[in-house]
């Protein structure tokens, strides 16, 4: 079975930290995905990389920036944590480009205070 | 971006009754997936549909892509309290990219 794994179920950081959130797959999945998840806008994409060290903007990358520097390691940092990035971050794999199945990871609910 | 439309964002039935929830694109869709997401949970795989007019089922689940692949539909005959959990679907248009757009979601509550 694919196992997309996150570094921290939980995290509390204050205003103006950086932040790194941590996301692993294990199946050698060429593309992997950042969203977040708020309540009642659904799932929105930040950033996704579809190789390593190649990355793409997704459709709310403002405040965040990637680094995929092995293909089996995605991370999301935010530069300057902010309150209104408080948020659930899921991260996601897929082999390939599609059609194929994204796997996502159990999320970090994420809390800037 | 593209959009991805679904509604209803929020279903409340009783245990038996049937649901659907439905997907609608602003562009034609080279295909469509459907996710599940059980509360607390991260979305999971259901269904891809690839050809227009497809239909799909799973047990009591009945997937369906239109014929102009702009929309599409997932049918629950009888829930069951095991059904609750927000339904996602997930397009991708030809020109999209490597990305999928996926809808808000519709949250299914099953009561007894």
């Known amino acids: 079975d694919v196992k997309v794994t996150q570094s921290s179920r939980y995290l509390v950081k204050r205003t103006g930290e950086k932040v790194f959130l941590e996301c692993v797959q294990d199946?050698?999945?060429?593309?992997m995905f950042w969203y977040r998840q708020d309540p009642g806008l659904g799932l929105r994409l930040i950033y996704f990389s579809y190789d390593v060290k190649m990355k793409e903007k997704g459709d709310i990358p403002e405040g965040y920036s990637v680094s995929r520097e092995k293909k089996e390691r995605f991370s999301l940092i935010l530069e300057s944590a902010s309150t209104n990035q408080t948020s659930m971050y899921l991260c996601?794999?897929?082999?390939?480009?599609?059609?194929?199945?994204?796997?996502f990871g159990p999320g970090t609910r994420l809390t800037v205070t | 971006g593209q959009q991805v439309m679904q509604i209803p964002q929020y279903q409340h039935v009783q245990e038996g009754e049937d649901f659907t929830t439905y997907c609608n694109s602003s562009?034609?869709?080279?295909?469509i997936q459907w996710y599940k997401q059980r509360p607390g949970g991260h979305p999971v795989f259901l269904i891809q549909l690839v050809k227009s007019g497809e239909v799909k089922k799973q047990k009591r689940l009945t997937f369906q892509f239109g014929e102009a692949k702009k929309n599409s539909s997932l049918h629950i005959t009888a829930t069951q309290t095991t059904d609750v959990g927000t339904y996602f679907c997930a397009g991708r248009s030809g020109n999209s990219g490597y990305a999928l757009n996926f809808g808000k979601g519709t949250s299914l509550l099953v009561t007894p």
């Open positions: 562009t034609t869709l080279s295909n």
């Open positions: 199946m050698d999945h060429e593309n």
């Open positions: 996601a794999s897929r082999i390939g480009t599609s059609p194929h199945e994204q796997y």
